[in-house]
């Protein structure tokens, strides 16, 4: 098999692992299960915040070794962690299981950030369709978000049916899915051949310190990519609102069998809107679509915290709060792709998602000290002001061809 051929299977590959990482029943309403086994809001943030916190810690390195061992190896370290964090929520179902899953699922996130784009971009690079990357990418977020849609459906039918006992059911079909995932992956094989394969544990070293060198001169040296690290950062909502919507929501009447349908409606103004996100890219631009998407969600924000007392005007919220979301993940991965070339782009990209992880955290922990009508509105507030701000030197700082 040449290498076109190769490049050619693993696109076919990855959308299926795409769909496949979104077939998930519990995880989508897992902070309901949370609040289910008698955990506070707080603790709920820290759970959150121990994942986040672990992925700036780990973005860097394991994307260091992606960048030397190759692609697919991460890839597949990724989801034998996504595993690994399914068997110790379905075994150990308290606050300390749920801290070592939210570990696990550090290690899944940060073996594949970064190092997904990229094997996507070389395979692309290889058929010689670079140029279509923000919209395969697009369309992987489509299928991931169509198993999003289904599989809630399926978390409501179990709950309505068996009450309480359903969650342990929703765990153990999460394990059997996510044991699917890593047969899958084990599939994908790297178009590139990496020397460091072959070297020494000290040559492997010196290549890797090497490659984390080059990933922060490409930050520090490209002012367009510090903009977009500061953009990507404080334009974000941190998480906040998708982390307490379900258990705010139930804790104003909302019956637990039910949050699976506003998952499922949530996963169709996402699909939609990221299937579609490169028709609006191509037409006005993809940092002015990544600016719409962030501007959307600010206001929506703002919006969520003054009608948190209505669970039912959330689902409306919720619901264009991830049109939002589709509007500018491929919009920002896409003028991420632009910015970053050379042997450490997995990398290099792992250098700014672990600065928007530590933001991430921070701002989470920080948030968790307002109540939570406050928190959505201060988010959402600050939201717009950054654009304000920093909006107009996002648009002009498109790169020159």
């Not at 707080?42 to 992925?55: G, H, K, P, Q, R």
């Not at 290690?107 to 290889?126: C, D, K, M, R, V």
């Not at 929703?170 to 699917?180: E, N, Q, R, T, Y």
Request: contains cysteine.
């Amino acid at each position: 098999m040449n290498k076109q051929e190769l490049a050619q299977r693993n696109l076919h590959i990855q959308s299926w692992v795409n769909f496949l990482s979104g077939a998930t029943f519990l995880v989508p309403i897992i902070t309901l299960f949370y609040t289910h086994t008698g955990l506070s809001l707080w603790e709920i943030v820290i759970i959150s915040n121990v994942a986040t916190f672990a992925i700036w810690l780990l973005e860097i390195p394991t994307s260091v070794l992606a960048d030397t061992i190759g692609r697919k190896y991460s890839l597949q370290r990724s989801v034998v962690c996504n595993l690994l964090g399914a068997v110790t929520i379905l075994l150990f179902p308290n606050f300390w299981g749920f801290i070592v899953a939210s570990l696990f699922s550090a290690l899944y996130w940060s073996f594949w950030s970064g190092t997904g784009q990229a094997f996507l971009a070389e395979n692309l690079a290889i058929l010689k369709r670079s140029d279509e990357f923000g919209k395969v990418i697009g369309s992987f977020m489509f299928y991931e978000q169509l198993a999003l849609l289904c599989t809630p459906l399926v978390t409501s039918a179990i709950l309505f049916q068996f009450g309480d006992i359903g969650f342990r059911l929703l765990a153990v079909i999460d394990v059997i899915f996510a044991a699917s995932l890593v047969v899958l992956v084990y599939k994908l094989r790297d178009v590139q051949s990496l020397k460091s394969r072959k070297q020494s544990a000290a040559a492997l070293f010196k290549e890797n310190i090497n490659t984390a060198k080059e990933a922060f001169n490409n930050v520090l040296h490209n002012s367009r990519l510090r903009l977009i690290l500061v953009y990507r950062s404080l334009a974000n909502h941190v998480a906040f609102f998708p982390l307490i919507v379900l258990p705010v929501m139930s804790d104003g009447g909302m019956p637990d069998w039910f949050s699976g349908v506003i998952i499922a409606l949530a996963a169709i103004g996402t699909m939609l809107s990221a299937k579609y996100a490169y028709v609006l890219g191509e037409r006005i631009g993809y940092r002015a679509s990544w600016l719409i998407g962030t501007i959307i969600q600010g206001i929506l924000l703002i919006a969520a915290g003054i009608f948190l007392d209505w669970w039912v005007s959330l689902i409306l919220l919720y619901f264009l709060f991830n049109i939002g979301e589709g509007l500018w993940q491929p919009a920002w991965n896409h003028v991420l792709v632009e910015e970053t070339s050379g042997h450490a782009i997995a990398t290099t990209r792992s250098v700014v998602f672990s600065v928007f992880a530590l933001y991430t955290t921070v701002g989470k922990q920080i948030l968790a000290i307002f109540s939570v009508s406050h928190a959505l509105i201060g988010m959402g507030v600050f939201i717009l002001l950054v654009n304000l701000l920093l909006g107009k030197k996002l648009l002009s700082s498109q790169k020159s061809n």
